[in-house]
């Protein structure tokens, strides 16, 4: 009966141990990030931000989603012509990585902070990957409401900014949410990349063709995200959403 009783005893804790064994596992284990390619095979990590899944980094594509070429803009070739009607280009460039304030101690690589896409490029439909696309204003309105909601009310672009690499008349960021927003800058109407560490310009879909303005999305010096009403002559960057 003694024996019978240990054996007992014996089986019980066995069963016991790989319950322990499983809770543990089941508990440690995380579902693999979401990861997204794009035409040129630039991988990038993504993060989910109550029900939107955003990409983690700026779009640094120079092909079409058809594996198309976009043509890469240049001074010497295109002169001031950012963006001419009379000679339609879909045109990207990369953000100034200069680093002319020494806000970083290592040089950066030269897609640090992404294309920036002039407004044929974004117009054509084909710069985000499959199952991705620009976002709409009310996309970037959905996150903030989502931040302001769970206690950032009021604080939402300090939320959103990178926690380095900002200029101290913008000043970093908490990165709250994990989502690198980086000062990107922006092109000016002329073709210049401008106010790289200063400010994140981020195109939206969302085009008036009366006043040919698009709605921007920046984080700048305020701690609230700006919306802000551009010539279609900027250029911008683009930060995908997960249809």
Partial sequence: MKKLTQCFIL?????????????????????????VTDADGNIYNTITIGNQTWMLE???TTKYNDGTPITAYTFATHGNNWLNFNTPEALYQWANTSDLNNVFDEELPFDYYGA???????????LAPDGWRI????????????IANNGNSGNE???LKSKLGWLSSSGNGTDLYN??????????????????????????????SVDQTRKMVSLFDEATILYIDNSIKIGAA??????
């Fill in 11 to 35: 089986i019980l804790l066995a069963v016991f141990s790989a319950q322990c064994s499983d809770d543990y596992n089941d508990s440690d284990t995380e579902a693999p990030q979401l990861t």
């Fill in 58 to 60: 700026n779009l640094k």
């Fill in 116 to 126: 920036m896409y002039n407004h044929l490029a974004i117009e054509s439909g084909k």
């Fill in 135 to 146: 976002p709409t204003v009310q996309d970037f309105v959905e996150l903030q409401n989502y």
């Fill in 157 to 159: 672009a300090t939320a």
């Fill in 179 to 208: 989502f690198k927003g980086l000062p990107n800058g922006y092109v000016n109407t002329l073709g210049g990349p401008t106010a790289s560490e200063l400010i994140s310009t981020w195109a939206t879909i969302d085009f008036n």
């Fill in 238 to 243: 683009i930060r995908c959403i997960k249809e």
